[in-house]
């Protein structure tokens, strides 16, 4: 079993950046993969960006490909996402999560997190 818990989200203006963080406790978190969602108003989750056990291997959605990052540090059981040069349409609930494979679909993540607003203002 583990949890997850985000934090990082926040109100800022187009063009500015915020970095979130996803805390895992339980175990097992270095074997792993982790995924980072978000969700709109009235518009399903999409996957934003997953990385590997070892962070080895990094997958991300077209539209932040060159302005987020996605990484982990196992020793510190977390995992971020570093947003850059953010724009209104990435405004949405950002969620965390944790399989056991690398995969950008949302239904085959076993763990979540509850979630961080990110909100980005033109």
């Known amino acids: 079993q583990v949890q997850l818990v985000e934090s990082g989200g926040g109100l800022v203006q187009a063009g500015g950046s915020l970095r979130l963080s996803c805390a895992a406790s339980g175990r097992g978190f270095s074997s792993y993969a982790m995924g980072w969602f978000r969700q709109a108003p009235g518009k399903e989750r999409e996957f934003v960006a997953t990385?590997?056990?070892?962070?080895?291997?990094?997958y991300y959605q077209d539209s932040v490909k060159g302005r987020f990052t996605i990484s982990r540090d196992n020793a510190k059981n977390t995992v971020y996402l570093q947003m850059n040069s953010l724009k209104p349409e990435d405004t949405a609930v950002y969620y965390c999560a944790a399989n056991t494979i690398v995969t950008i679909h949302p239904n085959e993540y076993y763990y979540w997190g509850q979630g961080t607003q990110v909100t980005v203002s033109s």
């Open positions: 990385i590997s056990w070892s962070g080895g291997n990094t």
